[in-house]
């Protein structure tokens, strides 16, 4: 029988250049969060009393700066992903010292977001199954934050995980943040993770956040 499972994916980080130009973020990380369908109420029971408590109605953008609250949202992650409930992993680059195709102005495909994206998606998929490599019978779906793109753009996702790089993908979907709860905490963490990398994050919470594994792939 089939163990259907969920890769939540988000990024955080503008996926352009950074030539100074633009208000582009100086790095790019990508968070996957997997959890089978069976166990996820508790992870969404958590967030939703979480964003109840806090008084939250619209989409967090960044953990929370004061450290009892931050700890309030992650230290019951921390348990969930230490019992075996969720999986996390997490890439990151910093952009003026990439050393890939993309993003640097002598490059044909330098501003090509599409395939930058689909080059972190490729990284990131890569480390998680290096951490969590996937049984025979589970069947995979992974769920990436919705990012407006012609439907030629989403075939070529798909194609390129799949078919190019070879990953035993059962379902890709794009969902609206907005939409979903653990995608945000995707988000969120994923954030986390970059400020944790700039060293703009206090000591409690990175010790909190060092539970990711996190991959540095500026220069691969």
Not at 146 to 163: E, G, P, Q, V, W
Request: charge should be negative.
């Amino acid at each position: 029988m089939n163990r259907p499972l969920f890769l939540f994916v988000d990024e955080s980080g503008d996926a352009g250049d950074n030539d100074g130009t633009r208000s582009n973020t100086i790095y790019y990380t990508e968070l996957a969060i997997q959890t089978e369908y069976g166990r996820l109420s508790p992870l969404v029971r958590h967030i939703t009393t979480w964003r109840y408590e806090e008084n939250i109605s619209t989409e967090p953008k960044h953990l929370p700066k004061d450290e009892s609250k931050c700890k309030k949202l992650l230290e019951p992650i921390i348990g969930l992903y230490e019992t075996g409930v969720i999986k996390c992993s997490a890439v990151y680059l910093l952009k003026e010292e990439y050393t890939g195709p993309y993003l640097k102005t002598e490059s044909p495909v330098w501003n090509n977001r599409l395939r930058f994206r689909n080059f972190v998606h490729r990284q990131l998929l890569e480390h998680h199954f290096s951490l969590y490599p996937k049984a025979k019978d589970d069947y995979i779906s992974v769920i990436f934050d919705y990012h407006r793109m012609a439907r030629s753009d989403f075939k070529n996702i798909t194609n390129y995980l799949c078919k190019i790089c070879g990953f035993e993908l059962d379902n890709i979907l794009h969902l609206d943040s907005e939409c979903s709860w653990v995608l945000q905490l995707a988000g969120l963490l994923a954030h986390g993770v970059s400020q944790m990398q700039l060293g703009e994050t206090t000591r409690i919470i990175t010790d909190m956040l060092n539970f990711i594994p996190v991959k540095d792939i500026t220069h691969i």
